[in-house]
């Protein structure tokens, strides 16, 4: 069975531009999150989707939105970029309603640099 | 707000011990994870921790999860070079929080 696979690896971008990353979750699996991972704020919470629905957000600013599509699959978007948003962006996926009732399963990550 | 807190933040040992990682929290959370990270990698579930007294055990990995005490371990057996890792905890409140992350160095 496939993993967690995001894209695209990795990605430089210029303060102003707006950035889409992508996650596409192992099969079966609805539920997917996201997370931000920078060297000074750790590790963050970004946004939790089951079945097409946001869940749960984060405390980061309405630059950063997501959704969710019918086969699971999930993107982010980032608009306005600024430096601070130089991050590896998480993904990951769970088969259950709860994703923090088992496991989760993570992708390898998108590093995302901002010029 | 809840707040995670792992010590030590940084520990370096020697082959063949034990030691021991913490994670305090600050709310009557009961549900709690525990993560690896290898340099330039993404993370790795390792424990679920679901109610006061849980304790799951991996190989030379151990964890317990005490409600009351708001305190989570993470014991090492025996260490060995390929636990040398970040090791993150986080509650889950309205929200995961994570921890800042153990960074351990097993030393041959």
């Known amino acids: 069975k496939a993993g967690v696979t995001q894209t695209p690896r990795y990605l430089i971008k210029t303060r102003g531009q707006q950035v889409t990353l992508s996650c596409s979750p192992i099969?079966?699996?609805?539920?997917v999150s996201w997370y931000q991972q920078t060297p000074g704020q750790g590790l963050q919470f970004l946004f939790e989707?089951?079945?097409?629905?946001?869940?749960n957000k984060g405390n980061f600013p309405g630059r950063f939105s997501g959704r969710q599509f019918s086969n699971s699959r999930s993107e982010m978007n980032v608009s306005t970029l600024e430096l601070g948003d130089s991050a590896l962006y998480l993904c990951?996926?769970?088969?259950?309603?709860?994703?923090?009732?088992?496991?989760?399963?993570f992708g390898p990550g998108t590093r995302l640099t901002v010029t | 707000e809840l707040k995670v807190e792992q010590n030590p933040l940084f520990l370096s040992m020697q082959e063949g011990k034990n030691y021991t990682i913490y994670c305090n929290y600050s709310t009557t959370s009961d549900r709690l994870y525990w993560y690896r990270q290898d340099p330039g990698k993404s993370l790795e579930s390792l424990f679920v921790?679901?109610?006061?007294?849980a304790v799951k055990q991996e190989g030379r990995l151990m964890a317990s999860l005490d409600t009351k005490a708001r305190l989570s371990t993470l014991h090492i057996t025996a260490a060995v070079h390929d636990l040398s890792a970040t090791y993150f905890c986080?509650?889950?409140?309205?929200?995961?929080?994570f921890g800042k992350g153990t960074r351990l160095h097993i030393l041959p």
């Open positions: 921790l679901l109610s006061n007294g």
């Open positions: 989707y089951f079945s097409e629905t946001q869940r």
């Open positions: 099969s079966g699996h609805r539920s």
């Open positions: 990951a996926s769970s088969p259950w309603f709860d994703p923090y009732s088992y496991e989760q399963y």
């Open positions: 986080a509650v889950l409140d309205d929200k995961i929080i």
